[in-house]
């Protein structure tokens, strides 16, 4: 394998996803994309490889994280990126919805992160140099969901909590695991419930006057996996415009 860091992108095909594609593809980083869905046309050719796959089948999913270190010959970083939303009053959330926003944001953030943490501790034993980083997409609502967003934000705040823990128990491998919380970037997701009104309302809602974008949070992530966010691992970092400041 030649040139840049192996990385992996799981749900790259989706709005923040792609956005997180394309700056490491322009950092000069081999990238693999985990995605139920392709790549567009202009970054599917750029990528080292497609893996096909859903989350939800953390059995396949499992095995297609393993493919693409095949593919890469080392993770060297992996940006979970995966999840759905639904926006349901509690009373009206079903047992099969709440499962369903469990398995794509909660367990398949753990999944993620427990499979490249075991790769990354193998690859440091096997050729003595140990390190890594891991960041989970969370959310704003970890620290802050709003109504109708029970299922979402348990799910988020597990997200949280497993990069914590992973923090603590890979630190000395050198292996730092991080999340951010993205407050409004408007993409594919929410898009069928988001109204011109709830843009204006969240647009005043934030410090900086306007809503996100993918790359926002692209450069933030970007950051986290570089030496300079060497001494940064266990932290959910707000990436909201000010939305949210704790």
């Given at each position: 394998?030649?040139?840049?860091?192996?990385?992996?992108?799981?749900?790259?095909?989706g709005?923040?996803?792609?956005?997180?594609?394309?700056?490491?593809?322009?950092?000069g980083?081999?990238?693999?994309?985990?995605?139920?869905?392709?790549?567009?046309?202009?970054?599917?050719?750029?990528?080292?490889g497609?893996i096909?796959?859903?989350?939800?089948?953390?059995?396949?999913?499992?095995?297609?994280?393993?493919?693409?270190?095949?593919?890469?010959?080392?993770?060297?970083?992996?940006?979970?990126?995966a999840?759905?939303?639904?926006?349901?009053?509690v009373?009206?959330?079903?047992?099969?919805?709440w499962?369903?926003?469990?398995?794509?944001?909660a367990?398949?953030?753990?999944?993620a992160?427990?499979?490249?943490?075991?790769?990354?501790i193998?690859?440091?034993?096997?050729?003595g140099?140990?390190?890594?980083?891991?960041?989970?997409?969370?959310?704003?609502?970890?620290?802050?969901?709003?109504?109708?967003?029970?299922?979402?934000?348990?799910?988020?705040?597990?997200?949280?909590?497993?990069?914590?823990v992973?923090?603590?128990?890979?630190?000395?491998?050198?292996?730092?695991?991080?999340?951010?919380?993205?407050?409004?970037?408007?993409t594919?997701?929410?898009?069928?419930?988001?109204?011109?009104?709830?843009?204006?309302?969240?647009?005043?809602?934030?410090?900086?006057?306007?809503?996100?974008?993918?790359?926002d949070?692209?450069?933030?992530?970007?950051?986290?996996?570089?030496?300079?966010?060497?001494?940064?691992?266990?932290?959910?970092?707000?990436?909201?415009?000010?939305?949210?400041?704790?």
């Amino acid at each position: 394998m030649t040139g840049g860091r192996g990385v992996l992108v799981i749900g790259g095909a989706g709005g923040i996803g792609r956005g997180v594609v394309a700056r490491f593809l322009a950092d000069g980083d081999r990238v693999v994309v985990i995605d139920r869905a392709p790549l567009p046309g202009d970054l599917g050719g750029a990528v080292a490889g497609e893996i096909v796959c859903d989350v939800a089948d953390a059995d396949a999913f499992c095995v297609a994280i393993g493919e693409a270190e095949a593919l890469l010959g080392r993770l060297d970083a992996v940006v979970n990126c995966a999840g759905i939303l639904r926006i349901t009053p509690v009373l009206e959330t079903a047992t099969e919805e709440w499962d369903l926003v469990q398995a794509v944001n909660a367990r398949a953030a753990f999944l993620a992160i427990r499979e490249a943490g075991r790769r990354m501790i193998a690859a440091g034993e096997r050729t003595g140099e140990p390190g890594g980083s891991i960041v989970t997409i969370a959310s704003m609502a970890a620290k802050h969901g709003a109504a109708e967003e029970a299922a979402y934000a348990a799910s988020k705040a597990a997200v949280v909590a497993t990069t914590r823990v992973a923090a603590l128990e890979w630190g000395r491998a050198g292996i730092r695991v991080n999340a951010v919380c993205p407050g409004y970037i408007p993409t594919e997701m929410g898009a069928d419930t988001r109204t011109p009104e709830d843009v204006a309302l969240w647009e005043s809602q934030t410090s900086l006057g306007r809503l996100g974008t993918p790359e926002d949070v692209a450069g933030v992530i970007a950051f986290l996996c570089s030496p300079d966010a060497g001494y940064m691992t266990g932290q959910a970092l707000n990436v909201t415009g000010g939305t949210v400041m704790h």
